[in-house]
């Protein structure tokens, strides 16, 4: 079942009342730089698309619509920010009505034609189209927007994040042939998840992008994309999930040969939208065990994970646009100041995570440990819960991996360094002779498989074994006297030894 969708249809359509929001209300704190905001199409020759309403058999390359934001240069006096509705032509634009009168845009798609809304075209926001960027090196977001949503769905949050020195980047939520997603959602979450891929590679033009720092972001159908980018590119270093559909489709998730929860290895935080009550559940048929369940959190291992759930917001809050414009639900929608507080936070919380993994800032990172009430919130605006990674086994094999990365050479000092990283490490005798006399017969690697005999011998003292085994290292290499040597120390440590014993008559006559 298409969840994630049908949820944003049925949770919203029946009781509603209009929103009484603005940007100035949402109070975000913007950074110390001035923000950038470019927006341009380029394709992708690698995959094909038709325009749905051009109503032609004519296939071409999939358009990609870029935005993005950025830290920019002092604006000049005579620089105005862009407004609402300059935001709202890209989505017509991407909508594929670049031609429709600007008064047509809100009769013509999601959001009601009121006065309220009219008035939220004129707002000004905080992005200057194209100014220079800023000098330095900024660390990449890439945004995923919602269910078939626009670049611009969450441009305030876009502006913040810009504004505190992150690139952001994002391109609208399409289907694999046309704008609109067919029933198949694995095959529209991989198509996504390549449009994500195909702006990482776009960030790569862009001269201030630290792409050595790249975080993923999604909402809603985004975050499920995401999680595929994710456990697929190394290059991912955070996952930030804004009501991600991977909580509620986890199962289109598993038809991804790409796909596994062991292979999220890196912070991942997930904010949810609040209980969904009784009466809701019920009237529109939906799945209790929603506001309970969490597959794919509960599933993660080998990372540290956050999640987060916001009281006073639903599904459609977690973007710039549903805060401004989407219809309210009277059966459960919190008032609008609460859910502009709520969305206050959310950025809040996005910009710390984002601080704390990328700029590895222990401040931010505190932030995000904390409980909620030591960061100025009450539990009726936010619950917060956090798991730690499983400790990894650090294993022989482990050991050995880095060993052989350094030639088998200062094996005491990395096992210094191993155990006291891995405390519980204990490397077992019987590992050790064994590997050492696979090394020390190869004639290419004889003097390695020496290194881990004198390891073993240092770490194993009373071992007559080691010692005849390291002996007989010595005399496969030519060097009689160390055989000696050695051979004599395994026969002080047993007497008994009939090969120490053989081996001395032998080098001895």
């Not at 032609?56 to 950025?70: A, F, G, L, Q």
């Not at 000098?135 to 913040?160: H, M, R, T, W």
Request: aromatic residues 12%; glycine residues 4%.
């Amino acid at each position: 079942m298409r969840l994630t969708f049908l949820l944003l249809l049925t949770l919203f359509q029946a009781n509603l009342f209009m929103a009484q929001t603005s940007l100035e209300e949402i109070d975000l704190e913007h950074g110390q730089y001035h923000v950038g905001f470019k927006h341009y199409t380029t394709s992708d020759s690698t995959r094909t698309y038709s325009r749905a309403y051009d109503y032609t058999n004519k296939e071409i390359d999939r358009p990609i619509p870029v935005s993005i934001w950025y830290p920019s240069e002092q604006k000049s006096s005579s620089q105005e920010p862009l407004l609402v509705l300059d935001y709202m032509k890209i989505l017509a634009e991407e909508e594929e009505w670049e031609h429709l009168p600007n008064e047509q845009i809100l009769n013509w798609f999601y959001y009601a034609n009121t006065p309220a809304n009219q008035k939220h075209l004129s707002e000004k926001t905080k992005a200057y189209n194209t100014p220079g960027f800023s000098k330095g090196k900024f660390p990449v977001v890439i945004y995923s927007p919602s269910f078939q949503a626009s670049s611009i769905e969450n441009f305030a949050l876009c502006e913040y994040l810009a504004s505190h020195g992150f690139v952001v980047i994002s391109s609208p939520s399409r289907g694999t042939k046309t704008r609109w997603f067919s029933n198949n959602d694995a095959m529209e979450m991989e198509t996504q998840a390549r449009d994500v891929e195909f702006l990482m590679n776009e960030a790569g033009k862009i001269s201030i992008a630290d792409n050595d720092r790249i975080a993923i972001m999604g909402f809603s159908f985004g975050g499920l994309a995401n999680i595929i980018v994710q456990n697929r590119n190394d290059k991912v270093k955070a996952i930030v999930s804004l009501d991600g559909s991977e909580r509620y489709q986890y199962g289109t998730l598993t038809q991804s040969n790409f796909f596994g929860p062991q292979h999220i290895d890196v912070p991942y935080i997930h904010m949810a939208q609040k209980d969904i009550p009784d009466a809701v559940l019920k009237e529109d048929k939906v799945d209790s065990e929603l506001n309970w369940k969490f597959q794919l959190f509960d599933s993660i291992t080998n990372s540290q994970a956050y999640q987060l759930k916001f009281h006073n917001l639903t599904h459609s809050h977690f973007s710039t646009l549903g805060v401004l414009f989407a219809d309210r639900d009277t059966r459960q929608d919190k008032a609008d100041s609460e859910i502009m507080v709520s969305y206050h936070w959310l950025a809040k919380y996005t910009l710390n995570f984002l601080e704390a993994i990328l700029n590895e800032g222990d401040k931010a990172l505190k932030y995000i440990e904390n409980k909620p009430s030591a960061n100025g919130l009450t539990d009726r605006l936010l619950s917060h819960k956090t798991k730690a990674p499983k400790e990894k086994v650090f294993d022989f094999r482990n050991f050995n991996d880095l060993a052989f990365a350094q030639n088998y050479k200062n094996l005491p000092e990395l096992y210094t360094s191993t155990t006291r990283e891995h405390p519980s490490f204990k490397i077992p005798e019987g590992n050790l002779n064994t590997l050492g006399l696979q090394l020390v017969f190869n004639p290419n690697r004889s003097q390695q498989g020496i290194n881990v005999f004198l390891l073993a011998t240092q770490l194993y003292p009373n071992s007559s074994n080691l010692y005849d085994s390291l002996a007989e290292g010595y005399l496969f290499m030519g060097d009689d006297q160390k055989a000696i040597e050695s051979f004599e120390k395994s026969l002080e440590l047993n007497s008994g030894n009939q090969n120490a014993i053989s081996r001395l008559k032998q080098l001895k006559k």
